[in-house]
């Protein structure tokens, strides 16, 4: 364990910095657990996963805006979801580049659907960089000042392991039954 926990104090800003260019919800919550333990910083990992998050969005969006033709490729898999972005764009405008950071199946989908239309690259990097860094806060400075109740149920989960594949398959399914109940083809 202490090994474990070496590795993660040596190359865990690492580790951070990629989870954190695709998404990294689960990795700064990690991040902030372990900070709240003492062995990683709470500050270096929000400006770590700030940092990541922030550069990786505007990868997709220049992805998506240069690169329409591969793009359009990967994502002919994910028409309805592409579809449901373009709804969300509409419906909410730029506030859903400050909702996408929290929703798992469209985080990614979001900047390069963005990138594709004609929004306007300094307006999206301006409110990301925003929308960035009150992810990384709420996420990081929650987790810490969660730090004891989830060490608190890590040590159940710990003490009963069939609770941890029950609830993330309850999670997956849930995530799953919500997207597919919000890009379903409606009836004529």
């Given at each position: 364990?202490?090994?474990?926990?070496?590795?993660?104090?040596?190359?865990?800003?690492?580790?951070?910095?990629?989870?954190?260019?695709?998404?990294?919800?689960?990795?700064?919550?990690?991040?902030?657990?372990?900070?709240?333990?003492?062995?990683?910083?709470?500050?270096?990992?929000?400006?770590?996963?700030?940092?990541?998050?922030?550069?990786?969005?505007?990868?997709?969006?220049?992805?998506?805006?240069?690169?329409?033709?591969?793009?359009?490729?990967?994502?002919?898999?994910?028409?309805?979801?592409?579809?449901l972005s373009?709804?969300?764009?509409?419906k909410h405008?730029?506030?859903?580049?400050?909702?996408?950071?929290?929703?798992?199946?469209?985080?990614?989908?979001?900047?390069?659907?963005?990138?594709?239309?004609?929004?306007?690259?300094?307006?999206?990097?301006?409110?990301?960089?925003?929308?960035?860094?009150?992810?990384?806060?709420?996420?990081?400075?929650?987790?810490?000042?969660?730090?004891?109740?989830?060490?608190?149920?890590?040590?159940?989960?710990?003490?009963?392991?069939?609770?941890?594949?029950?609830?993330?398959?309850?999670?997956?399914?849930?995530?799953?039954?919500?997207?597919?109940?919000?890009?379903?083809?409606?009836?004529?």
């Amino acid at each position: 364990m202490d090994d474990m926990l070496n590795n993660l104090e040596t190359y865990g800003y690492v580790v951070l910095f990629l989870y954190s260019f695709g998404g990294g919800f689960l990795a700064l919550m990690g991040a902030g657990v372990l900070s709240y333990t003492g062995h990683m910083d709470l500050g270096t990992s929000i400006l770590v996963a700030f940092t990541a998050n922030f550069i990786g969005d505007l990868v997709l969006f220049y992805m998506g805006r240069y690169n329409k033709k591969d793009v359009m490729g990967y994502l002919h898999k994910h028409k309805r979801k592409l579809a449901l972005s373009h709804l969300l764009m509409k419906k909410h405008g730029s506030w859903v580049i400050f909702l996408q950071k929290y929703v798992y199946g469209i985080k990614t989908l979001i900047p390069l659907a963005i990138g594709i239309t004609k929004y306007d690259l300094k307006k999206f990097a301006i409110l990301n960089l925003f929308a960035s860094a009150i992810w990384s806060l709420v996420i990081g400075l929650g987790s810490f000042m969660a730090g004891e109740a989830i060490r608190s149920a890590y040590e159940i989960i710990a003490l009963r392991p069939w609770i941890a594949p029950l609830a993330l398959i309850s999670i997956i399914a849930l995530v799953w039954w919500y997207l597919s109940l919000t890009t379903k083809k409606k009836k004529a």
